[in-house]
Each structure stands twice: as structure tokens, then as C-alpha cells.
């Protein structure tokens, strides 16, 4: 009779994409994280973590191919192939039924700072993992970095 091996497999550190922010609006998206903290703080400290380890660069050296306020920006979901258009936006001018994401939304944090063909981990609100990819960035202006 053989033997099963019945412990689990250890779970790798999951790898977390390079990230970019433009640094005109790092003070005010951390401004948001913080004010955020009363209302929903696992996602004012996830906000934070992201800017505590992201890349800040002058709004004139920010490349086109990294998602920043403003960005129109296509990703898939590699489970069912599924696309998906939105504009990061800040929460003003968030509106879903116009594919404006606030930067302050779980998928906004998330896509904040990627650039095109990174890929990343996204938890649905049914608990499920699905790994995203970002397909296209258009938007804000900024150089072309290849």
C-alpha cells in the first residue's frame, strides 16, 4: 500500500509586483489612507503598505505604461479569460456605471503603480484567488518606459 503524503505544501512568499507612483499625488492618496482609517482600516493599511513600497517619480518621468490616476486601464482575469476597462480615479469621481474605480476600492489598491503585463493575486469578495493581469494602460501622459 502507498503512502500519501497528507501534509500541506508550504506556501511561497507570494511575489508582489513592482510598483510606480507618481509623486504629485502621493500626499494626497495618502492623505485618503489615512483618512480612511475610521471607516475600512484593512484597506487604508493595505493603501499605505503599497506606497510604503513603492517607487516615487516626478509626474514628468512617470512612464504611460504605469497605472496612475487617471489611467485607463484593460486587465484579465486569468481563470476565465474575462477582460475588464476601468479609470483609476479618486473617490470624487468614482462612478461604476462609468468604469471609474476609486483608488480607495479594494481593486483600485490593487491596480495602483503596475505596469502593463504585471500580473497579481486578487481575492473576490467570495473568497476565491484569481490571478489578474494588467493587458493595457492608457493615460496619464508621461513618457513611454519599455
Not at 512568499?13 to 494626497?28: F, G, K, S, T, V
Amino acid at each position: 500500500m502507498s503512502t500519501a503524503m497528507t501534509t500541506a505544501p508550504s506556501k511561497r512568499h507570494a511575489h508582489q509586483p513592482n510598483i510606480m507612483i507618481n509623486a504629485d499625488d502621493l500626499a494626497h492618496i495618502e492623505a485618503l489612507a489615512e483618512g480612511a482609517f475610521s471607516r475600512n482600516p484593512a484597506l487604508a493599511d493595505r493603501l499605505l503598505e503599497e506606497l510604503g513600497r513603492a517607487r516615487v517619480v516626478p509626474s514628468d518621468q512617470m512612464p504611460q505604461n504605469v497605472i496612475g490616476i487617471g489611467s485607463h486601464v484593460t486587465f484579465r482575469d486569468e481563470a476565465t479569460g474575462q477582460e475588464r476597462a476601468v479609470t483609476l480615479v479618486y473617490p470624487e469621481n468614482a462612478d461604476i456605471a462609468r468604469q471609474r474605480v476609486s483608488v480607495m476600492a479594494p481593486i483600485g489598491v490593487a491596480l495602483l503603480g503596475l505596469a502593463e503585463g504585471a500580473a497579481f493575486h486578487w481575492d473576490t469578495r467570495s473568497h476565491q484567488r484569481r490571478m489578474l493581469t494588467v493587458i493595457r494602460v492608457e493615460g496619464p501622459s508621461g513618457p513611454v518606459i519599455e
